[in-house]
């Protein structure tokens, strides 16, 4: 009973390059969410997917930083020409369905923990 | 939009002492709220959540929280602490709605156990 696998598990860039991070959610859940952790913070709702469509991307920044859950295959989130600040830990976080948060809490994967040189 | 304070970044306690960690929230109707466990290099872990009825939740791990609506609050505690109960605690709390996006999470308060 795999539960959210994310990989990879240390990403390692240097300014200017790109940065995938890949996440498969649990076995029957179709919905995904991202959130980044910066040290002594908590964690920062990024984005809300389902299968083939963005539900909600009011936490992404504008710019460089973009996400898809495709038909097939895990969610991708995407960082372009990443800078110094970009480097935090990613969770990915599925759930079976949405508007039933009480039945369902996230389940969250160990994380991507992305470092920008 | 709903928000959640952890006033305590860092707490520690002896192995086999009681533990309070503190929670309060604002939001203007009863919320969801949650508490989760981070350990080291790992994801969250929920331990336990409110959602009605009894305001005294029993999670796993021997950890209980208590709602109490009138300090806005959902202190978690456990009577006696393992040295495996260090880690990091998230407070979290999720708007009454359709949109499980709207779970906000506290900035964590990290707990060390002396032996």
């Known amino acids: 009973n795999a539960g959210v696998m994310q990989n990879p598990r240390h990403l390692v860039r240097r300014r200017g390059q790109e940065a995938r991070l890949r996440c498969s959610p649990m076995k029957g859940h179709s919905h995904v969410y991202w959130y980044r952790q910066l040290p002594e913070e908590g964690l920062k709702f990024m984005v809300y997917l389902q299968k083939e469509n963005i539900i909600d991307e009011s936490g992404m920044p504008k710019e460089r930083f973009s996400a898809e859950f495709p038909k097939e295959g895990p969610s991708i989130l995407r960082i372009q020409q990443v800078v110094r600040g970009d480097s935090a830990a990613y969770f990915c976080?599925?759930?079976?369905?949405?508007?039933?948060?009480?039945?369902?809490?996230?389940?969250f994967g160990n994380g991507t923990r992305l470092t920008v040189t | 939009a709903q928000s959640v304070t952890q006033p305590d970044i860092h707490i520690t306690v002896s192995e086999g002492a009681s533990l309070e960690l503190r929670c309060n929230y604002s939001?203007?109707?009863?919320?969801?709220l949650f508490w989760y466990v981070q350990s080291p290099g790992q994801g969250l872990q929920l331990l336990l959540k409110?959602?009605?009825?009894?305001?005294l939740v029993q999670g796993i791990k021997g950890f209980e929280a208590e709602f109490k609506r009138s300090q806005s609050s959902f202190n978690l505690r456990k009577p006696s602490v393992h040295w495996s109960d260090a880690a990091e605690y998230f407070c979290?709390?999720?708007?009454?709605?359709?949109?499980?996006?709207?779970?906000?999470f506290g900035a964590g308060t990290r707990l060390t156990v002396k032996p």
């Open positions: 976080a599925s759930s079976p369905r949405s508007g039933q948060i009480y039945n369902s809490p996230l389940h």
């Open positions: 939001y203007g109707a009863t919320p969801y």
């Open positions: 979290a709390v999720g708007a009454r709605g359709d949109n499980n996006n709207d779970m906000r």
């Open positions: 409110y959602f009605s009825g009894d305001t």
